[in-house]
């Protein structure tokens, strides 16, 4: 069975601080994607990244950067020098190669970032 | 581009009626359409997959005679919460997707609609 665990419910930082949100995914699959994704207040879904199984490279968005394992089966996002408009539920999500793009979200990390 | 709506954005009902919710893909033909639920302070579940022209498919423990999803055009899903009842209020969002394509872009597999909040009183 497919599943994606996100440890941390909540996370309070004060603006400016580093923060890293945790995700271990578990899955038998070869070919897979796994995503991150912010929800506002607003709660529409903002996409901030897709990696693919087979590319481990790290990757760098500005203050957004994520760590990629598959030995430990973890995408780690890294937030830098934290704002408060950062504040969000940020999901993991799992997708399945041969599964249509059916997700698989964690179950969340509330982030608040004061000022 | 990839753009998609939903309607309504919010709705109150009284428990026994029945509401449908839509969702468009704007500028893009939808293939593959996904509902979710989402409960307050919670992660999002899928209920159904919704492929154009046939049946939708159903994740276990979600009820196909209580959530109808009709798939009838590459742009436009529906799904229709029949005899709601205030356990039903939720967060509805729904996803697109145009396949394969999309995904080998590098962008994200699917695009998510706003969400529409339902409350049965």
């Known amino acids: 069975a497919q599943k994606v665990t996100q440890a941390q419910t909540e996370i309070s930082v004060v603006e400016k601080e580093d923060v890293t949100l945790d995700c271990v995914y578990e899955t038998r699959d070869t070919t897979y994607y796994l995503f991150w994704y912010k929800q506002p207040p607003s709660g529409e879904l903002v996409f901030l990244i897709r990696?693919?199984?087979?590319?481990?490279q790290n990757e760098i968005s500005g203050r957004y950067s994520w760590n990629f394992q598959k030995s430990t089966s973890s995408f780690n996002f890294t937030i830098t020098a934290s704002q408060v408009v950062d504040s969000a539920v940020y999901f993991c999500a799992l997708s399945l190669y041969n599964q249509g793009g059916k997700l698989i979200f964690g179950q969340g990390t509330e982030l608040s970032v004061k000022p | 581009g990839a753009v998609v709506s939903q309607h309504p954005s919010w709705v109150i009902c009284k428990s026994g009626t029945s509401v449908k919710i839509e969702c468009r893909s704007l500028?893009?033909?939808?293939?593959?359409m996904f509902w979710y639920r989402q409960f307050p302070k919670q992660s999002l579940m899928l209920m159904a997959t919704?492929?154009?022209?046939?049946?939708?498919?159903?994740e276990q423990g979600v009820e196909k005679d209580k959530f109808l999803i009709n798939h009838a055009s590459l742009t436009l899903s529906t799904l229709t919460v029949t005899s709601a009842h205030p356990e039903d209020s939720s967060f509805y969002i729904c996803?697109?997707?145009?396949?394969?394509?999309?995904?080998?872009?590098?962008?994200?597999?699917?695009?998510f609609g706003p969400g529409t909040r339902l409350t049965v009183l």
């Open positions: 919704s492929n154009e022209g046939s049946k939708a498919t159903y």
């Open positions: 996803s697109a997707t145009s396949g394969l394509a999309v995904t080998m872009s590098g962008r994200s597999a699917q695009f």
């Open positions: 500028d893009f033909q939808a293939t593959t």
């Open positions: 990696r693919n199984s087979f590319d481990e």
